[in-house]
Structure formats: structure tokens, C-alpha cells
């Protein structure tokens, strides 16, 4: 069975920095994935944060974060990673990884499997 777990979440002051992890189990070929970042806050829509396709080393950031964020992968440990630098309290929510195969022309997509979350409160 295919599934991705994330791990990293915490709380951190406003200013800080976090690190995300999403392991990758049950996967053939981890080059064939994109990994996505996507976070939500109640009451609101998921949002798309970052994303990777594994296999060029592509990426994608959302305005939100653009600057403040990098996004990686370790083909070994079948794992990436967001990092998130000077947080802000805007940053506070559930934050999922997913995992997906993208068509050929498209960056990231196909999102499939999901995990379950893992929660970022950022103090002021």
C-alpha cells in the first residue's frame, strides 16, 4: 500500500523556522512522483504551498511562501522535506503532503495519496 506520512509539525514563534518532513512507503520508483505541500486553516480551502517533481528536481512555490521556503527531496530515504523560514502566524494550520504522478508536460499533479496532517501553530 502507497502512503505518505508527514512529520515536523510543532509550534514555533512567529519569526522562526520549520522543517517537514513526508516519507514515502509503498512506492516502486519515487523518481515517477511529485510531492506536494498543501496546507489548511478551518474553515477555509486547502491551499497548494510547494511542490517538487522528483525526478528533475523542479519546484514549485506559492506566492505565500516564495522566499521564505525550500522544498527538497532525498531519493534514498524516498522523503521530502519543506522548509519554512521566517514564519509567520498567517502560516498557522494543518499542513498535508500528497504524492502523485504528474502527466509528462506538468510540473506536479496527479495528486493521489495523502497523509493525514500534521499541525503547525506559529506564536506572535
Known amino acids: 500500500e502507497v502512503q505518505v506520512v508527514e512529520s515536523g509539525g510543532g509550534l514555533v514563534q512567529a519569526g522562526g523556522s520549520l522543517r517537514l518532513s513526508c516519507e514515502a512507503s509503498?512506492?516502486?520508483?519515487?523518481?515517477?512522483?511529485?510531492i506536494g505541500w498543501f496546507r489548511q486553516v478551518p474553515g477555509k480551502a486547502r491551499e497548494g504551498v510547494s511542490c517538487?517533481?522528483?525526478?528533475?528536481?523542479?519546484?514549485f512555490y506559492a506566492d505565500s511562501v516564495k522566499g521564505r521556503a525550500t522544498i527538497s527531496s532525498d531519493n534514498v530515504k524516498n522523503t521530502a522535506y519543506l522548509q519554512i523560514d521566517n514564519l509567520k502566524s498567517a502560516g498557522t494550520a494543518v499542513y498535508y503532503c500528497?504524492?502523485?504522478?504528474?502527466?509528462?508536460?506538468?510540473?506536479?499533479?496527479?495528486?493521489?495519496?495523502w497523509g493525514e496532517g500534521t499541525q503547525v501553530t506559529v506564536s506572535s
Open positions: 517538487i517533481r522528483i525526478s528533475s528536481g523542479g519546484t
Open positions: 509503498g512506492i516502486d520508483t519515487f523518481d515517477n512522483y511529485a
Open positions: 500528497a504524492a502523485g504522478v504528474p502527466g509528462p508536460t506538468s510540473l506536479c499533479g496527479g495528486w493521489e495519496i
